[in-house]
């Protein structure tokens, strides 16, 4: 809103009015901004959750320090999305398609997870939202963006080609005149780091592009879905969740205005998205409420998000990366939500294997996800057995060793757009 108001007075010639023409300075105005609604606010939203005795319900896991959590506020996820929408809101161009769908990916599994996390409070439903409806919802999301991406007029990419001397080295990169519909991403490690969804669907002939578009829907669908749950499934310990999304947000920024800067784009040889560069505004505002929401969610943790701000961070982390068309870049730069997503799910089959087969279940890890597994004692599990000592780690500790983690990934993601 203030860009618009901002860019008119610029046309009264009001001193200083253009500054807000400029991505960098609205970008910086949204995270200083964000810091502080969701610093100041959150005192008062956790103190509202506290008289409304809206606190974690917690099952003995055998943790160390775990029942100490018991009724510490949840839902705090709305300082997270409050502290985010109001900075896009006043600083963000609105009628860019980019920011749009974004404040759409907010909206939308911020109250997908206030309803879990209403059901399991007031409810007293430890399940929460059935995970059907869940699936359901994240499916309908990655129906939107896929979609808008294929049908709008405003989303267009402009093809990035190398021209090579005789020893094979890149002279100059050049972009196409014209902006296209394009279902190419950018993958890591290859030369020619473009991969068209086209080329798995060539065999097609003249229904390949059409074809190419419903491959593109579908793997948005997916990611959306398996970013947004490993996030949730990130979010087991105080201030983890909040500070790897942090980190990723980060990175995501980074992309975004590289892919939207021309002589950037020319620069790494990536493809030139136009409008992209608004995401940074986002990305800012994404960054500033993360980082404020550690004020409160730090260890010891006086707010924890619930569902309604980790289902949340991981949708905007896809949706994101899906705009920018770096999501198979997102095993690496997500590897902390990855490895955690993947340790469930290596558990669980093993778990159901060795009881049908041997009439009993055994485990891999002590506890999933695979925070936990550090942060319970004995032995139980083959990777414990082999693990010395077998001794808890404390809290903090692997929340820090996981942000380590998070920004060494973090940097590698960056790296991969050199690396070929």
Same mark, same amino acid.
């Given at each position: 809103?203030?860009?618009?108001l901002?860019?008119?007075?610029?046309q009264?010639d009001?001193?200083g009015?253009?500054?807000?023409?400029?991505?960098?300075?609205?970008?910086a105005?949204?995270?200083?901004?964000s810091?502080?609604?969701s610093?100041?606010i959150?005192?008062k939203i956790?103190?509202?959750?506290?008289i409304?005795q809206? %606190?974690?319900l917690?099952?003995?896991?055998?943790?160390e320090?775990?029942m100490n959590?018991k009724?510490?506020?949840?839902?705090g996820?709305?300082?997270?999305?409050?502290? +985010?929408? +109001?900075?896009?809101?006043?600083l963000?161009?609105?009628a860019n398609?980019? +920011?749009i769908l974004?404040?759409?990916?907010?909206?939308?599994?911020g109250?997908l997870?206030f309803?879990?996390?209403?059901?399991?409070?007031?409810?007293?439903?430890?399940e929460?939202?059935?995970?059907r409806?869940?699936i359901i919802?994240?499916?309908?999301?990655?129906?939107i963006? $896929?979609l808008?991406l294929?049908?709008?007029?405003?989303v267009?990419?402009?093809e990035?080609t190398?021209f090579r001397?005789?020893?094979? =080295?890149i002279e100059?990169?050049?972009?196409?005149?014209e902006g296209?519909?394009?279902?190419q991403?950018?993958?890591?490690?290859v030369k020619?780091?473009?991969?068209?969804?086209?080329?798995?669907?060539?065999?097609?002939g003249?229904?390949?592009?059409?074809?190419?578009w419903i491959?593109?829907?579908?793997v948005? =669908?997916f990611?959306?879905?398996?970013?947004?749950?490993?996030?949730?499934?990130t979010?087991?310990?105080?201030?983890l969740?909040a500070g790897?999304s942090?980190v990723i947000g980060?990175?995501l920024?980074?992309?975004?205005?590289?892919s939207?800067?021309?002589?950037?784009?020319?620069?790494l040889?990536i493809?030139f998205?136009? %409008?992209s560069?608004?995401?940074?505004v986002?990305?800012?505002?994404?960054?500033g409420a993360?980082?404020g929401f550690?004020w409160?969610?730090?260890f010891?943790?006086?707010?924890?998000?619930?569902d309604?701000?980790?289902l949340?961070?991981?949708?905007?982390?896809g949706?994101?990366?899906?705009l920018?068309?770096?999501?198979?870049?997102?095993?690496?730069?997500? $590897?902390?939500?990855f490895?955690?997503?993947?340790?469930?799910?290596i558990?669980?089959f093993?778990?159901?294997?060795?009881k049908?087969?041997?009439?009993?279940g055994k485990?891999i890890f002590?506890m999933?996800?695979?925070?936990?597994?550090?942060q319970?004692?004995?032995n139980?599990?083959?990777?414990a057995?082999?693990?010395k000592?077998?001794?808890?780690?404390?809290?903090s500790?692997?929340v820090?060793?996981?942000w380590?983690?998070?920004?060494?990934?973090?940097?590698?993601?960056?790296?991969?757009?050199?690396?070929?």
């Amino acid at each position: 809103m203030l860009y618009y108001l901002f860019d008119y007075l610029d046309q009264l010639d009001l001193p200083g009015a253009g500054m807000f023409r400029y991505v960098s300075f609205r970008s910086a105005m949204a995270l200083i901004l964000s810091l502080l609604v969701s610093t100041l606010i959150g005192r008062k939203i956790i103190n509202r959750l506290q008289i409304l005795q809206i %606190g974690e319900l917690v099952r003995d896991l055998g943790l160390e320090g775990q029942m100490n959590k018991k009724g510490t506020p949840t839902m705090g996820g709305i300082i997270i999305i409050i502290a +985010i929408l +109001i900075p896009v809101l006043l600083l963000a161009k609105l009628a860019n398609i980019y +920011i749009i769908l974004m404040i759409i990916t907010t909206v939308w599994l911020g109250s997908l997870g206030f309803l879990d996390d209403y059901i399991k409070v007031f409810k007293k439903d430890k399940e929460g939202l059935h995970g059907r409806f869940k699936i359901i919802a994240q499916i309908g999301l990655g129906l939107i963006v $896929g979609l808008t991406l294929y049908l709008s007029p405003d989303v267009i990419v402009r093809e990035n080609t190398e021209f090579r001397n005789s020893d094979n =080295i890149i002279e100059k990169v050049t972009f196409q005149a014209e902006g296209v519909k394009s279902t190419q991403t950018t993958i890591p490690f290859v030369k020619n780091n473009n991969l068209d969804y086209e080329w798995f669907v060539s065999f097609l002939g003249d229904y390949a592009e059409p074809a190419a578009w419903i491959l593109f829907v579908l793997v948005a =669908i997916f990611i959306i879905t398996a970013v947004s749950n490993g996030a949730n499934l990130t979010d087991g310990l105080d201030g983890l969740a909040a500070g790897s999304s942090a980190v990723i947000g980060v990175t995501l920024g980074i992309l975004a205005y590289v892919s939207g800067h021309v002589e950037f784009a020319a620069y790494l040889n990536i493809m030139f998205i136009p %409008g992209s560069e608004e995401l940074v505004v986002f990305a800012s505002a994404f960054i500033g409420a993360t980082v404020g929401f550690l004020w409160y969610n730090s260890f010891p943790a006086q707010v924890f998000m619930g569902d309604t701000g980790s289902l949340t961070l991981g949708g905007i982390i896809g949706v994101f990366a899906i705009l920018i068309h770096k999501e198979l870049l997102l095993p690496i730069l997500c $590897g902390v939500f990855f490895v955690e997503s993947l340790s469930v799910m290596i558990q669980v089959f093993y778990f159901k294997f060795t009881k049908k087969k041997y009439g009993e279940g055994k485990r891999i890890f002590k506890m999933t996800p695979l925070h936990h597994h550090f942060q319970k004692a004995g032995n139980a599990g083959i990777v414990a057995r082999i693990q010395k000592p077998i001794i808890p780690i404390p809290e903090s500790k692997i929340v820090v060793r996981f942000w380590l983690i998070g920004i060494i990934l973090a940097a590698l993601t960056l790296a991969t757009l050199k690396m070929r």
